[in-house]
């Protein structure tokens, strides 16, 4: 970048900043794509006149919502609940739910505004939306959970449709979750239609929905180490969380020959020398998503050590898979995973690196860095999939899912080689995906004139 580009992006920031004053995270999405674009269209003065890059950063509308419930012990609890409406230039508003008591505006700005861009990596048709309530699903009984999401969809119905906004999930949204909000939706319009994913396959939910976030994070990682001669066969991974994608991550790699040797939640992480095999892996997912337990609990039923309050990122290893929640890897953190010789980090989670983290990272160019909105598009991508199936009103078997899956993945890729390679041959995967992502969203915004 040069000097007159990084004028024009501090003066774009500054703009940002003072319209979205108090929201961190969406000013860090924000600045993350710019740092990209701006040098990107210097020579394109299309997109400046027309105020393309300014247009994408103002959401299209934000739903926010009050959301009334009764407890178990009768007991009103108020939540907050939102949708933000990004941008629908490439197609219906498209994205996942969180219900954690960490979510506000910013929050889900920040993932709105990420999904536009992975959404259109993806190649279909889908435009960029989140939504989600400061609500804590932990240690809620079911009936609780049940009365939140009906509670949470008497009023989401209003804004959503299977071709203006199809939500699915994210952290602490599962196929439980959409089965309640489905059930309630379809309730109150009166029709079955496909206006949410990630639904359980009797009532049209897709062949690999559950899998696809986590199976792409890996099948991105083997694209990258194939561009480079290189196979995840043997090598040590690393991998956070032990949610939905977590664990689909974790057997994906097993399967393929990798050695996990950590997984975490929010209260630390374990550490396994061993290795996990499926059967520990399944014991995982029974663990968090029947028990609702935690992962400290591995170590009494498997050995290996437990970290409290820490992150994996120091144990050494050859691949990392962040796939728990935002800046959960810091500067130091990128710093440990250089020197002890990680070879590739590929994003599950939503914006997982810092700023000053990738920054350590592009500077050292011996870490191959698969971004969120690349590595963890493999579930909206059979999210997008799902559509399909319910408007071909059929369904299609695991193998042809995960041959989409695969092909589309591999597409992401390829888009990040072709607007991320520098003149040395060095591939900038952040800014090939951000360009790429860029491009269609706003030839179709061009398209459509001044709106
Ligand atoms: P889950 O709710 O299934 O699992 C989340 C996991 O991350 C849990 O292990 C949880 O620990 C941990 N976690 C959540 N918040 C924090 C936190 N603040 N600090 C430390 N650990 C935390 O969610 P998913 O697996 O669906 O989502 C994980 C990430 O992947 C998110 O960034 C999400 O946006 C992203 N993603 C998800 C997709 C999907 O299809 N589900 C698609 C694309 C991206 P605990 O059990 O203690 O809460
Ligand atoms: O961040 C994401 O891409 C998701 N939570 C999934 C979105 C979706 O619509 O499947």
């Not at 892996?281 to 820490?310: A, P």
């Not at 050292?364 to 971004?371: F, I, Q, R, V, Y």
């Not at 080689?417 to 992502?437: L, M, P, R």
Request: proline share 4%; hydrophobic share 35%; glycine share 12%.
């Amino acid at each position: 970048m040069n000097s007159h580009q990084a004028d024009d992006l501090a003066t774009f920031m500054a703009g940002v900043e003072r319209r979205n004053p108090g929201e961190p995270e969406f000013l860090q999405a924000v600045h993350e794509v710019a740092m990209d674009i701006i040098p990107y269209i210097a020579d394109k003065p299309i997109f400046q006149e027309l105020k393309i890059l300014e247009r994408m950063t103002e959401p299209d509308r934000i739903v926010s919502f009050r959301v009334v419930w009764e407890d178990d012990r009768g007991e009103i609890r108020v939540n907050r609940g939102f949708r933000i409406q990004q941008n629908n230039a490439i197609g219906p508003y498209k994205g996942g739910i969180r219900f954690h008591p960490s979510v506000n505006q910013s929050v889900l700005k920040f993932l709105a505004f990420e999904q536009v861009f992975k959404n259109s990596l993806t190649g279909l048709p889908m435009g960029g939306g989140k939504g989600g309530a400061d609500f804590n699903p932990k240690e809620k009984s079911e009936r609780e959970i049940m009365r939140f999401c009906q509670a949470f969809m008497t009023e989401l119905y209003k804004h959503i449709g299977p071709d203006t906004d199809v939500p699915a999930g994210d952290i602490g949204v599962g196929a439980r979750e959409v089965g309640y909000m489905f059930g309630q939706y379809k309730r109150i319009v009166g029709r079955f239609e496909g206006v949410l994913t990630g639904k359980a396959l009797e009532f049209g939910g897709s062949r690999i929905r559950s899998e696809a976030t986590g199976y792409g994070a890996v099948y991105m990682m083997e694209e990258m180490l194939a561009h480079h001669q290189e196979t995840i066969e043997g090598r040590i991974c690393v991998v956070s969380g032990s949610g939905n994608v977590a664990t689909y991550c974790a057997e994906k790699l097993i399967g393929m020959g990798g050695k996990v040797v950590t997984m975490s939640d929010s209260s630390g992480f374990i550490y396994d020398p061993e290795g996990l095999t499926h059967d520990k892996l399944q014991w995982i997912m029974e663990l968090k998503s029947k028990r609702r337990g935690r992962i400290e609990e591995y170590v009494r039923e498997f050995g290996g050590t437990y970290h409290e309050g820490e992150r994996p990122w120091g144990v050494p290893c050859d691949l990392a898979f962040p796939c728990a929640t935002q800046n959960e890897i810091t500067a130091d953190d990128a710093r440990t995973l250089i020197d002890n010789g990680c070879r590739g980090l590929s994003e599950g989670a939503n914006m997982p690196t810092t700023p000053e983290a990738i920054r350590v990272i592009q500077a050292s160019k011996t870490l191959l860095h698969a971004p969120g909105k690349a590595a963890n598009a493999g579930g909206v991508s059979v999210s997008g999939l799902e559509m399909s199936q319910n408007s071909l009103r059929l369904q299609w078997t695991r193998a042809e899912v995960d041959q989409h899956l695969r092909r589309i993945i591999r597409g992401v890729h390829d888009q990040c080689v072709e607007f991320g390679t520098a003149a040395d041959g060095h591939i900038d995967y952040f800014k090939g995906a951000n360009i790429a992502g860029f491009n269609k969203v706003a030839a179709a915004m061009i398209a459509y004139g001044v709106m």
